[in-house]
C-alpha cells in the first residue's frame, strides 16, 4: 500500500512558476513509475509528467518545455516543476503510482494509488 500526499499548489499569475511536490509512504517507493495527473471540474482526469524507476521522464505535449519531472528516491518524493505557467494549466493536480513495468504509461487506469489533488490557479 502506498499513500500520496501533494503539496504546494496555489495561485500564481501567467508566466510563473510553481513546484509541487508529492510525499510517498513504503519502502518500495523507487519501483514504482509516478505520475502527474489534472483534472478540471467535470473533465476526464488528463495526464500531465511521467517518471519511472530508471529516472526516464516524459510529458503530455501540451507542457513539453514547460514543466518538469524530477524524483528524490532517498526522500520518498517526485517533483512537478511547472514553468510558464498559462490559464489553461488551472485544474486540480494529483500524483499517482503504479506498479507496473510497462514504460510511459500514461493511462488513469495504469495507476494503482492516488493522492488527494492540490489546486493550482493561473491567473491572467
Known amino acids: 500500500q502506498v499513500q500520496l500526499v501533494e503539496s504546494g499548489g496555489g495561485l500564481v499569475q501567467a508566466g510563473g512558476s510553481l513546484r509541487l511536490s508529492c510525499a510517498a509512504s513504503?519502502?518500495?517507493?523507487?519501483?514504482?513509475?509516478m505520475g502527474w495527473f489534472r483534472q478540471v471540474r467535470a473533465k476526464e482526469r488528463e495526464f500531465v509528467s511521467g517518471?519511472?524507476?530508471?529516472?526516464?521522464?516524459y510529458h503530455a505535449d501540451s507542457v513539453k518545455g514547460r514543466f518538469a519531472v524530477s524524483r528524490d528516491n532517498a526522500k520518498n518524493t517526485v517533483y512537478l516543476q511547472m514553468n510558464s505557467l498559462k490559464p489553461e494549466d488551472t485544474a486540480v493536480y494529483y500524483c499517482?503510482?503504479?506498479?507496473?513495468?510497462?514504460?510511459?504509461?500514461?493511462?488513469?487506469?495504469?495507476?494503482?494509488?492516488w493522492g488527494q489533488g492540490t489546486q493550482v490557479t493561473v491567473s491572467s
Open positions: 513504503g519502502r518500495t517507493f523507487s519501483r514504482y513509475v
Open positions: 499517482a503510482a503504479s506498479d507496473s513495468r510497462a514504460i510511459r504509461i500514461s493511462e488513469h487506469g495504469d495507476y494503482n494509488y
Open positions: 517518471i519511472d524507476w530508471s529516472l526516464s521522464t
